[in-house]
């Protein structure tokens, strides 16, 4: 089992602190998840502020230029592969997996040969075999998400399942199906293996850090091979979310226990192409 150190980010004011607890001894993921909260400013900004001094203030453009999703991003999150911070060229792969526009891997590829950090280029591999996939290997299904949690929020649940519905379609090889598909059926017609992800989240409570407070999530997937539905595997993963305690509100709080479970939902399934490749032997 290998238990991968959390990683400590600060953005403006809002700080993520990851960790992820892996089933399988084979898979070493970057333990590197970015989580921001501040709303999108226009993207002509965003690419200005790609140039600005402070890395945090050019790391929150690139993420944001990512979930844009506008073709006019890739050429400046393209740039931002050679930024001099190690942190900005994360974020900047992340966001060109996020943008989805296969026409960056070549440059992916060019930045990966000259790439010096080991997160960075762990980054860029996930980018890269996200964007250049082949055809489906592996049928998903999202199955039960359940709040076990003392935190029973509309919007928790909600991104609990976007979060984990996001991860998955990016798995290089997975294609996730409908919540309401037939995967054995599926899974018989199309002769591909199938898999149920069910997952839990089972803390989310609110703790505090110096000035700061926030909240810690845990969430786990359980794996189950269609069509016997044996459990085959799991994956977990935690995260926490502070911010400065003195601005923060209620509609604040709300947002770092969605930011919290969100990361903690991406950090665990930084374990699922493994767990996936061992659920469908």
Do not use: C
């Amino acid at each position: 089992m290998i238990r991968r150190p959390g990683s400590r980010w600060t953005f403006g004011k809002l700080i993520v602190l990851v960790g992820a607890t892996f089933a399988f001894s084979t898979f070493a993921p970057s333990a590197r998840t970015f989580t921001y909260s501040n709303a999108f400013a226009d993207e002509a900004s965003l690419i200005k502020d790609l140039k600005d001094t402070d890395f945090r203030v050019r790391t929150s453009a690139a993420l944001a230029l990512g979930k844009s999703k506008s073709r006019g991003a890739r050429d400046p999150l393209i740039g931002a592969l050679s930024d001099s911070n190690p942190t900005v060229r994360v974020a900047a792969a992340a966001a060109l997996e996020s943008l989805g526009d296969k026409s960056a891997v070549g440059a992916l590829k060019r930045a990966r040969g000259t790439e010096k950090d080991a997160d960075v280029k762990a980054q860029i591999d996930e980018a890269i075999a996200k964007l250049d996939s082949g055809p489906a290997r592996f049928l998903v299904v999202l199955g039960k998400l359940q709040n076990k949690s003392d935190t029973t929020s509309s919007a928790v649940n909600q991104a609990f399942r976007a979060a984990a519905r996001d991860k998955l379609s990016t798995v290089p090889g997975v294609e996730l199906l409908g919540d309401s598909a037939d995967l054995a059926a599926e899974s018989k017609k199309r002769s591909l293996p199938g898999v149920t992800l069910d997952g839990k989240l089972t803390k989310l409570t609110k703790s505090k850090s110096g000035g700061d407070v926030g909240y810690a999530a845990h969430v786990e997937f359980m794996l189950r091979k269609t069509p016997d539905e044996a459990l085959k595997g799991s994956v977990a993963g935690d995260a926490n979310a502070f911010a400065n305690a003195a601005a923060v509100g209620d509609a604040e709080l709300s947002q770092l226990q969605v930011d919290a479970v969100t990361a903690a939902t991406a950090q665990a399934l930084k374990g699922v192409p493994t767990a996936i490749e061992s659920a469908a032997k």
